[in-house]
């Protein structure tokens, strides 16, 4: 485990924490440590007799939202976990971006988590620097949901096009978010640069396509539908749940 000098974060981000707990970016000493990275958890399984507090932190963490929603398949919890990471992903970087001009450097190796957690996922910075807002893809999508996908697709048999559609859909679910906090608030200017930053970010081939131009609505499922008592999501591409095939959970 790397242990980092934990700094006091930026006043200026201080102001997500308004937004809610999506939006909210710990730092200092994490009340469970040793925590992994994202890093860490992005990496391919280590033996069983692995030092690592959580073994395989992302093994852990499917297993453990397996459990909760009582998943019939590990897919299905692979991409629930995976949509509440790319929501936290997303807020963080484009709130900070819209509402302060500011973007934390959320470098998996700087970024600390913890998987025993529920949602929202509990995110630590170990070192607080910032990049430039024009870089918001290469830290987001580049830096953190290509790995978070190559993680979950090397251990669970899910696809690449349902990972981007759950990262599409959480983008959008954040637009809407800080859109309804800048109207609140009559901060339109925040609402403004969040809509005008998710355009590009949708521009992106990864992005492109996940999401009806029209109506914002998936163009592929997440499979919550497939968990006990679950129905369809408020975008999801399907108006109602499927049938399930006979002989199959």
């Not at 040793?34 to 852990?60: H, W």
């Not at 949602?119 to 620097?129: F, I, K, Q, S, Y």
């Not at 830096?143 to 959008?172: F, K």
């Not at 996940?210 to 539908?225: D, G, M």
């Amino acid at each position: 485990m790397v242990l980092l000098l934990f700094v006091d974060l930026d006043p200026r981000l201080k102001a997500l924490d308004a937004l809610g707990g999506f939006f909210v970016l710990r730092t200092g000493v994490p009340p469970r440590g040793p925590l992994p990275t994202l890093a860490n958890a992005f990496a391919e399984p280590r033996s069983a007799t692995s030092p690592e507090v959580y073994g395989d932190p992302m093994t852990f963490r499917v297993d453990k939202v397996a459990r909760s929603i009582r998943a019939p398949e590990s897919r299905v919890a692979a991409s629930v976990a995976q949509q509440g990471l790319a929501a936290r992903f997303w807020s963080v970087a484009l709130g900070a971006a819209a509402l302060c001009g500011r973007l934390p450097d959320l470098d998996p190796e700087l970024l600390f988590w913890d998987p025993d957690v529920s949602a929202p996922d509990d995110l630590w910075l170990g070192e607080v620097r910032f990049r430039p807002v024009t870089d918001l893809d290469a830290v987001v999508r580049a830096g953190l949901l290509v790995p978070l996908s190559a993680a979950l697709r090397s251990r669970h048999r899910v696809s690449a096009a349902l990972l981007w559609g759950n990262a599409g859909s959480a983008l959008a679910g954040t637009v809407r978010q800080l859109d309804r906090w800048a109207l609140v608030h009559g901060c339109p200017d925040v609402g403004e640069r969040a809509r005008a930053l998710a355009g590009g970010l949708f521009a992106h081939p990864d992005l492109a396509g996940t999401l009806a131009p029209a109506t914002l609505r998936r163009r592929s499922c997440c499979l919550y539908y497939r968990v006990p008592g679950g129905g369809v999501c408020g975008d999801c591409c399907f108006e109602r749940p499927p049938r399930t095939a006979p002989g199959r959970s």
